[in-house]
């Protein structure tokens, strides 16, 4: 099983900062996706194949990475972007997911 | 517009059993996988498998080989999750997600069905 690793676990960011998380893999996969989940409610596609962007989703929000590292990286923190993010890899079975980043506003 | 209802909360007891459902609207419900996903309280998202309606083939998370059965009534646009020999560690949301067959993501998500095991 591939085991995804998110850093940081929790961090706080100020509207209009820059913000970074990544996501390691124990082995290397193809790409990585990313979603969002709001208190309460399900989770959102976010970013898909590394560096897409699903629909709807601000260009303020990008995605990077290869092999077995990877990022996501909101370039000016917005207050809406507060969430949970969640890294998901489908290049081996069984599918996972990170354990999640909780960004929240300072 | 694409719609996935999920049934309501269950409380349950140990040891028994439960049947989720997901109701499809706005697609073809044949043409897509469903998967389910499950989320433990204040925990992170846990693949269980998916299945393919038009056909009925399923692929599990050897982790939930025995506890979770997919089906999926085709008449209805349904799609069921059973668990069984139900424990407190299967308390949980259990979402169910359609796959996209182009992006190649979930792109829509059931609001979640809350399982609750206790005596």
């Known amino acids: 099983e591939i085991v995804l690793t998110q850093s940081p676990t929790t961090m706080a960011a100020s509207p209009g900062e820059k913000v970074t998380i990544t996501c390691r893999a124990s082995?290397?996969?193809?790409?990585m996706y990313w979603y969002q989940q709001k208190s309460g409610a399900s989770p959102k596609p976010w970013i898909y194949?590394?560096?897409k962007l699903a629909s709807g989703v601000p260009d303020r929000f990008s995605g990077s990475g290869s092999g077995t590292s990877y990022s996501f990286t909101i370039s000016s923190m917005e207050t809406e972007d507060a969430a949970t993010y969640y890294c998901?890899?489908?290049?081996?079975?069984?599918?996972?997911f990170g354990g999640g980043t909780k960004l929240e506003l300072k | 517009q694409v719609q996935l209802q999920q049934s309501g909360t269950e409380l349950v007891k140990p040891a028994s059993s439960v049947k989720i459902s997901c109701k499809a609207s706005?697609?073809?419900?044949?043409?897509?996988?469903m998967h389910w996903i499950r989320q433990q309280p204040g925990n992170g998202l846990e693949w269980i498998g998916w299945?393919?309606?038009?056909?009925?083939?399923?692929k599990y998370n050897q982790k939930f080989d025995g506890k979770a059965t997919l089906t999926a009534d085709k008449s209805s646009s349904t799609a069921y999750m059973q668990l069984s020999s139900l424990t407190s560690e299967d308390s949980a949301v259990y979402f169910c997600?359609?796959?996209?067959?182009?992006?190649?993501?979930?792109?829509?998500w059931g609001p979640g069905t809350m399982v609750t095991v206790s005596s």
């Open positions: 998901h890899q489908w290049s081996s079975t069984p599918w996972t």
């Open positions: 299945i393919y309606p038009g056909n009925g083939n399923t």
């Open positions: 194949e590394t560096s």
């Open positions: 706005g697609y073809t419900f044949t043409s897509n996988y």
């Open positions: 082995s290397s996969v193809s790409y």
């Open positions: 997600a359609r796959w996209d067959n182009y992006y190649w993501y979930f792109d829509f």
